[in-house]
């Protein structure tokens, strides 16, 4: 054989073992990027045919898959979506998965690999494989008193509520206003569907936003209770140390001063207990300074500040404590001010901690992995995320808060017979815009069942009346009720 029929014959072998390399990588190490890219509409058609599994809380499914009389099987039906909206999310044809369908999309859609042997059965019985069902850990009678809470305010104002088991870190209630509706967006009528999401994306309130864990606002005097806990690990602070009371304080190096919005702050200095149940600015933001910037940023991140890593089950943006925060500033930080941001499942943590003897545990929502014959495969176990504080100062820090509810800023959240320990925050943006009202709380303080932030946006009444005891703690109050019944 010559030379040239030699390389020609070469080059030809090797672009023979070339195609083969290819069909083997396609096939088997690149087959499941392709399968679960958007643009593989063949995928999507067939997995959108499938039966898939419902999600549930309590015995009620509050999403599922009901047969239909078109090109495909089955249509994606949501119940209750004031309730539920945010925690489901939605299942598109034409925008995809978000929320629960999105993450727990591997069992409902019956891919996840420990259904391997549901899906042979299908195979041998030439027929579609079919979803698993995921179990919430939703109260339904907290998410509903949450809710209606919400829609109680003047104006039905944009907010968010969050309650947790503090001992689990299992979420109770998750709410969101306003909300919307998934069917229209699940509809099988692609072109009403991208009408319905256009209209949900233009709408000045944002109602596909879940308000709970998607975005971050300045918490105001709820942030005290974590400045409060870093003057107690200090080991400088007690709950009966004097702090500055009185009308303001100047801040060093600046022409700037910190007032007091209550004149039960007194006119001199104050126990710390009595700066948090009457939420003095003034004392809070001397304690800021004089511990500094590096030291609230420790405490704050012991609580999960500025990671977004810890909730699995949906999507999470991390709350923000600076970096920095130049000489004066940290007064401002003291006080959930400044760069200070957090949403309201962190607050809710905040607040969970304490009454877990200090604890923070990671957060779940999803229960329960169940396979189509309601066999259990998984289940959820409680996870420590960080000690925030000591039991000492846990234990500290709740006496504190049930001052703040029997004798402060926090009575509309008392339940008679129970000890409510509580927290009020308002955090102010401009003169042109109403401050945020906010209250975080749990019961009973003797044996917590659970934590509870509340976040009102842009509440609609005249600014003097915005609190966050008087416009958030009730509803705090009735969320507690429906968890622990009085």
Partial sequence: MNRPIRVLAVFCGLLFLALLLNANYVQFIDAEDLNSTSGNRRVVDEEFSRERGPVLVGEASVARSVASKDDYDYQRVYRQTQLYAHLTGYYSYVYGRTAIEDTANPILSGGDSRLFVDRVADLVGSQQPSGGSVQLTIDPQAQQAALEGLQALPGGPRGAVVALDPATGG??????????????LASHDFDAAADAYDQLNKDDDQPLLDRTRENTWAPGSTFKLVTAAAALESGRYTP??????????DLPQTDRVLSNDVESCGSGDITLTM???FSCNVSFGDIGLDLGNAALKEQAEAFGFNDGSYFDDLRLVASNYPADAPGALTAFSAIGQYDVAATPLQMAMVAGAIANDGDVMKPYVIDEVLSPDVELLERTEPEQLSEAVSSEVAEQLTTMMVSVVEDGTADEAAIPGVAVAGKTGTAERSEDLPPYAWFVSFAPADDPQVAVAVFVENPDVPREEISGGGLAGPIAKSVMQGVIGS
């Fill in 171 to 184: 979420v109770l209630a998750m709410v969101s206003t306003p909300s919307y509706d998934p069917n229209r």
């Fill in 240 to 249: 009966d140390t004097m702090v500055p009371g009185g009308p303001t304080l």
């Fill in 275 to 277: 700066a948090l149940a």
